[in-house]
């Protein structure tokens, strides 16, 4: 048995049955013993290292799961850098796996030689270049198992190709052992269970309160929380509001459901927000995008997984360390339940949130079109940029955990590759025909990544994508309005913009072109319908 086959064995062991990266020199024999065990284990290319990164985050997230991502040395493996980042700004478990040189060439500037451990120690939760083929097997159980562990995040292993050929004998058994030793390390310690006292004075603070409003963020999700965050807040009767990770924790059309917080959030919620008295924040971390209308004269509690977020951006009144779920079922049954919210009859409340359902009609209709006609079975992706605000406004979510979007990274070129990992998790379990994956994005953000369109048709996966197309980077240029007093410069029209039906036409993939939520509407029963992908032009 080589390094590389423990490797694989060790993938299988954890129940891996998917991975995501791109072949090169020194990972070549990972990926021979890949082929030999292909039957159990699946290699899914990407068409570049970042596209790869995301593709193993968006497994992960649509999955539960633990993505899986490999690439070769050097610019392969410091391709991976941004999709990394990526996942520990939204705390997505992704194990990946670099090749490296051999360790006698190591630190001698060879050819396709990177410190990779040394140049993604900052968004990594555990890191480690392996120098000695007997602490491999130990290396990657400490990695699958700090991915998971506590809040989740990525982990990185990097093996050089010697420690990859080296051949362990047939006296050496690898030991299997998944057990929890020196779990707590780095930015992984033990998540502590609800403190009954504290949560009792929470509960008490929260039945005071005249106008509580709850805001939950991703953690809720992560925690699969979204049941006890619903009872809480229906018991207590009172407006929850989000973060834009956790759009869909409750449907869309429930009353209490306040909309997304924050600057680029709705009206209704930022306006729910200033009136409060009470906060209860739940698995958010109060980034510059949200704690604007959280902060102030009002009492402010805050329960997350992670101690370290804890007063971090934003000073609590009360705070509790416990897993979400937990936390959330324990509060449930002490807060006092309430006959009546107390927006209602508000108002200026009312009319904020008629005026914001009329919203931006074209788009809002859009999405209404494609929700009725695809159903709530589906993964909504999205890149950054305008587009992502406008989906996390305005698409009727209906179920939790159908959301992906990168909210903490902010990654351009993320919703193609994620949205592959998404479908990859999909045809797996054999739910193409129930379940979709529905990619939005802009122009700017497609052309990132548009090469990763080539997975579509190779792995013959079924993924809608709608180019939200203004012809411009639009939050870009909006600043440059806003700001800069209209000193437009690299953002505008004037730059050559593909033509997305033809391109997709490139990549064998059908391609449509709408102007309307109508003809929008005709192109997602066509791709219901189809077998493959589609790409739909959608001019703003």
């Not at 159980?141 to 047939?170: N, Q, S």
């Not at 997304?260 to 200033?274: I, Q, R």
């Not at 193609?416 to 739910?431: D, F, H, P, S």
């Not at 909006?478 to 209209?486: E, H, L, T």
């Amino acid at each position: 048995m080589t390094g590389a086959d423990l490797i694989v064995k060790t993938l299988i062991q954890y129940g891996v049955t998917r991975v995501f990266g791109y072949p090169g020199g020194a990972v070549m024999p990972l990926y021979d013993s890949l082929y030999r065990f292909r039957s159990k284990i699946k290699h899914v290319r990407s068409a570049h290292e970042q596209g790869a990164a995301h593709a193993a985050d968006g497994y992960a997230r649509a999955s539960g799961r633990l993505g899986v991502c490999i690439s070769t040395s050097g610019p392969g493996a410091t391709n991976l850098v941004t999709g990394i980042a990526t996942a520990f700004a939204d705390s997505i478990p992704v194990l990946f796996i670099t090749a490296n040189v051999s360790t006698s060439e190591i630190g001698s500037d060879s050819f396709q030689e990177a410190d990779v451990t040394g140049i993604t120690l900052p968004v990594c939760k555990y890191n480690w270049t392996v120098r000695d083929p007997f602490e491999l097997e130990h290396v990657l159980h400490k990695a699958v198992r700090l991915a998971g562990a506590g809040r989740p995040g990525p982990t990185l292993v990097d093996v050089p190709k010697d420690i990859l050929e080296f051949e362990f004998g047939r006296k050496y058994r690898p030991c299997g052992q998944t057990g929890n030793d020196e779990v707590s390390e780095q930015r992984t310690p033990a998540v502590p269970e609800p403190d009954p006292d504290v949560t009792a004075r929470i509960a008490g603070a929260f039945n005071k309160a005249k106008r509580p409003v709850v805001i939950a963020g991703g953690g809720v999700n992560l925690a699969g929380a979204g049941d006890e965050l619903s009872e809480l807040v229906h018991k207590a009767c009172c407006p929850l509001a989000t973060t834009l990770m956790a759009c869909g924790t409750i449907p869309a059309d429930d009353i209490l459901n306040a909309g997304m917080a924050g600057k680029y959030g709705s009206l209704y919620a930022k306006e729910v927000l200033n009136r409060s008295d009470l906060v209860l924040a739940v698995g958010m971390r109060f980034s510059n995008r949200t704690h604007e209308n959280i902060a102030g004269k009002r009492t402010l509690i805050h329960i997350d997984s992670d101690a370290s977020e804890v007063n971090k951006n934003v000073r609590a009144t009360l705070s509790l360390v416990a897993d979400a779920r937990k936390a959330l079922a324990l509060l449930g049954g002490m807060v006092q339940p309430r006959s009546s919210c107390w927006t209602e009859g508000v108002r200026e409340l009312s009319a904020l949130k008629e005026a914001e359902a009329a919203g931006d009609e074209k788009l809002r209709s859009m999405f209404e079109a494609c929700d009725r006609i695809l159903g709530d079975s589906i993964y909504v992706v999205t890149d950054v940029g305008l587009h992502q605000m406008s989906v996390a406004k305005f698409y009727p979510f209906r179920k939790p955990g159908r959301f992906i979007t990168s909210g903490g990274f902010g990654t351009m070129g993320f919703g193609l590759g994620a949205a592959c990992g998404a479908a990859v998790r999909v045809k797996e379990t054999g739910n193409e025909g129930s379940e979709y994956v529905v990619l939005f994005t802009g122009d700017g953000s497609l052309r990132m990544n548009m090469s990763e369109l080539t997975v579509l048709r190779e792995q013959k996966l079924k993924v809608l994508t709608v180019v939200i197309n203004n012809g411009s980077l639009g939050m870009v240029s909006r600043m440059q309005k806003d700001i800069y007093n209209g000193r437009y410069i690299a953002t505008g029209a004037s730059y050559n913009i593909p033509d997305f039906k033809r391109l997709a036409s490139a990549f064998g993939i059908r391609g449509v072109r709408a102007s309307d939520p109508q003809e929008a509407a005709d192109a997602f029963l066509r791709f219901r319908e189809s077998r493959g992908s589609m790409i739909v032009d959608y001019r703003i």
